[in-house]
Each structure stands twice: as C-alpha cells, then as structure tokens.
T-cell receptor, first 113, second 114 residues
C-alpha cells in the first residue's frame, strides 16, 4: 500500500526566509500529489497540486517540486510570513484507481519574528 | 454554500452512545470523503461515497461505523456504541469527481467520548 512520510515533524524559520518542507512517498504508481495547510482547529486547506507528468509547479509564493526518481516532493514557501505557521501535509493519489488520497503525518512550520 | 459544511463542530458522547456527524459538500460536488485525524497525526481515509453509493469503504472499521450519502440531504457518518478510542477529529471533503480529485475539506467535527 501507499505510505507517505515527511522528513521533519517540525520546522522553524525566520520571518522573511524561505521554507522548504519535504515529503517522501512509497508507491511509484502515485501520479497526483497535493500539499495542504492545516491551522489549529481548522480543516486542511488546499495549497497546490502537481501531477506526475510535471516536475515543478508554482503558485503564489509557493513552489512544489517533484522528483519521481527518488519518490520525493517538496514544498517551498518564499518570504515566509507569520500567517504561514501551520501544519503542512503532503498527500498522494493514484489517479484512475479506487484508492484515495494518502496523507503524511505533517510538518509543523513555526515562523519566528 | 461557500464550502464544505460539517456539523456539529464539537460532539461529546458517553461510551455506548451513538454519534452522528453530518457533511454537506460544496455546491456542485457529488463526491464525499470522510477522514479521521488523531492528535499530531495525518488524516486517515475512511470512506468515499457518491450519491446513494459507497464507492470505497476500505478505511472504515468493520463494526459500529457506517456512512451514507442519500439522494437528498447531507452525508452522515454514524458511529454506534462509541468507545474512548473513537475520540478524534473527523473531516469531510468533497470533490467534483470526473477526474478532478482536488479535495476541499470542511472544518471537521471533534468527537470526544467520555
């Protein structure tokens, strides 16, 4: 089955610095990946997604990189702000199958003033 | 309906009681998913439903748990004879389906079993 993990359970960065959150997945058949942000007491909020036919995708202040060779993806947040403090989850899915999004355990990002 | 609506936000039950969690998907979404989250853990898939059909319930415990998504009304996750181990946050998500698997989540129901 699929398992998705994150390299670090916590990450602290200075306000204004860039943040990089890493994620590894196990199933080479996974072909769709999503990053979610979850603030305390709230549901996960979609940040950005990427399909396996891409290796990079950019959004507003966020970039997701996908390395299928080593089954690794990362979320980069530029100019991290206090409002970015949250838990970040990566999730993987195999499109076209009955399997659903598999979530990692999350990385707690803390932005220091 | 700006997003996925879940109620109640908090639910307290005593052991042996029943818990009913409700989820109304985003407008236009016909696919509903339920996930469970324990403290400081990721979300664990429970069940995937479309209107009047259970598509995948591989993440549901075999006993005491059931889910439905009727033709009219919200999706219901039902837990019978709750035990302390059922205490968790339960999140519902919806998607348009038809190849678009981007899930949008509700704010969750925090179930506490005393």
């Amino acid at each position: 089955g699929e398992s998705v993990g994150l390299h670090l359970p916590t990450l602290s960065v200075q306000e204004g610095d860039n943040s990089i959150i890493n994620c590894a997945y196990s199933n080479s058949a996974s072909d769709y990946f999503i990053w979610y942000k979850q603030e305390s007491g709230k549901g996960p909020q979609f940040i950005i997604d990427i399909r396996s036919n891409m290796d990079k995708r950019q959004g507003q202040r966020v970039t997701v990189l996908l390395n299928k060779t080593v089954k690794h993806l990362s979320l980069q947040i530029a100019a991290t702000q206090p409002g970015d403090s949250a838990v970040y989850f990566c999730a993987a899915l195999t499109l076209g199958s009955a399997r659903q999004l598999t979530f990692g355990s999350g990385t707690q990002l803390t932005v220091l003033p | 309906n700006a997003g996925v609506m879940q109620n109640p936000r908090h639910l307290v039950r005593r052991r042996g009681q029943e818990a009913r969690l409700r989820c109304s998907p985003m407008k236009g979404h016909s696919h509903v998913y339920w996930y469970r989250q324990l403290p400081e853990e990721g979300l664990k898939f429970m069940v995937y439903l479309q209107k009047e059909n259970i598509i995948d319930e591989s993440g549901m415990p075999k006993e005491r748990f059931s889910a439905e998504f009727p033709k009219e009304g919200p999706s219901i996750l039902r837990i019978q004879q709750v035990v302390r181990g059922d205490s968790a946050a339960y999140f519902c998500a919806s998607s348009p389906g038809h190849g678009n698997e981007k899930l949008f989540f509700g704010s969750g129901t925090q179930l506490s079993v005393l």
